[in-house]
């Protein structure tokens, strides 16, 4: 089993920045990639990013691409989601996921098996 938590959620005007961090525990070994999903009232799970555990591959949502970046320190076993020129459009609940299985990191959720509570974001106009 895989735990994962996130945090650094908040409040914060559009053209700010946010970080939010994953905090992974457990069978860690297991893992294949850790990525971040986010869902707004109303809306389907949706991919933000992710990022290859062993690697440093990364992959994005086209509507992010540019502004958010994903990162890893395996030494502390946390990935971290730098979001950048933050826009009213990105407010949602923020979920972190790891996925055990090998081959290319998807941006399908049904492809992670562990999944944080989720942070709220906010991004006010």
């Known amino acids: 089993q895989v735990q994962v938590a996130e945090s650094g959620g908040g409040l914060v005007q559009a053209g700010g920045s946010l970080r939010l961090s994953c905090a992974a525990s457990?069978?860690?070994?297991?893992?294949?990639?850790m990525g971040w999903f986010r869902q707004a009232p109303g809306k389907e799970r949706e991919f933000v990013a992710t990022?290859?555990?062993?690697?440093?591959?990364?992959w994005y949502a086209d509507s992010v691409k540019g502004r958010f970046t994903i990162s890893k320190d395996n030494a502390k076993n946390t990935v971290y989601l730098q979001m950048n020129s933050l826009k009213p459009e990105d407010t949602a609940v923020y979920y972190c996921a790891a996925d055990r299985d090998g081959g290319l990191p998807s941006s399908l959720p049904t492809r992670y098996d562990y999944w944080g509570q989720g942070t709220q974001v906010t991004v006010s106009s």
């Open positions: 990022i290859r555990w062993g690697g440093s591959n990364t």
């Open positions: 457990g069978r860690t070994f297991s893992i294949n990639a």
